[in-house]
């Protein structure tokens, strides 16, 4: 508890919020050479609970499945057809799916460690992966485009059809920026930034808790009660936030795919 006052004041006894040095955290320890701090470990620790949790639940599959084994093929299914198929029809949706399924599980694994107690950080909270992500989903989209239609992928893309002539001079920069440029850059930007302003919001509500209880004490306890319940209803928030952020980046990276294997490609 001390740790909690010392993290929520200031050595003069005032109130000190949330810093961007949250998401910059000391090396906890050093293997071979490589450096493992707080989000590293985090994102360990994510990575071992999905990879865990796909095992136990496919490992043992039955015809008339256990409540265990209905959970993790709901969560398969969902992406299936909410996603995968619904978006790029059966045949695209299943030659992709194993792409938009590792997306989504991971964005969610990642996210939701910043509502869990003793992690409370997400691991999509720092550009590393937002940008990962996004550059696989742009190499994808390409891909997608070229393996198509090598021939017009590229200069549907640049010069779509339609357009009378004299106008690509304006349409063509704009389509090329919007594309091959803005794509992958709202991609990572969009999950980085709620991840991010999501940790310091809960930081922020429960370190002022922690402060108007601990430190300040007397009246400004009532402050403390408003700032928690302000804190449990974001916490709950913040599920919501790291499920739709999953869903967000999977169906983009589907939408783009299936907009590089359109007919007119």
Not at 95 to 102: A, D, G, Y
């Amino acid at each position: 508890m001390n740790l909690l006052v010392q993290a929520a004041s200031s050595d003069d006894g005032s109130f000190q919020g949330p810093s961007i040095n949250e998401f910059f955290p000391p090396t906890l320890f050093t293997i071979g050479g490589l450096e493992f701090n707080r989000i590293i470990v985090v994102r360990l620790l994510a990575t071992i609970a999905l990879l865990l949790i796909f095992w136990l639940g496919t490992r043992r599959m039955k015809l008339i499945p256990g409540r265990f084994q209905s959970v993790v093929e709901m969560g398969l299914d969902f992406v299936r057809v909410n996603i995968a198929e619904d978006l790029l029809g059966k045949k695209d949706g299943r030659r992709f799916l194993p792409l938009l399924t590792t997306i989504f599980f991971m964005v969610l694994f990642f996210n939701i460690t910043g509502i869990i107690p003793f992690l409370n950080i997400a691991g999509t909270s720092v550009i590393a992966v937002p940008l990962l992500l996004a550059i696989v989903a742009y190499v994808t989209f390409i891909y997608a485009g070229i393996k198509k239609s090598p021939k017009n992928f590229f200069k549907n893309a640049l010069f779509p059809p339609g357009v009378p002539w004299f106008l690509y001079i304006i349409v063509t920069p704009i389509e090329f920026v919007s594309t091959f440029i803005l794509r992958p850059i709202t991609l990572t930007l969009r999950l980085l930034m709620n991840m991010v302003v999501g940790h310091l919001l809960l930081v922020l509500f429960f370190t002022a808790t922690t402060f108007f209880f601990f430190q300040a004490g007397g009246l400004w306890a009532l402050f403390g009660i408003g700032t928690f319940a302000f804190g449990f209803v974001f916490t709950l928030f913040e599920i919501l936030v790291a499920v739709l952020q999953a869903y967000v980046f999977a169906l983009l990276t589907a939408v783009y795919i299936q907009l590089a294997v359109a007919e007119e490609h």
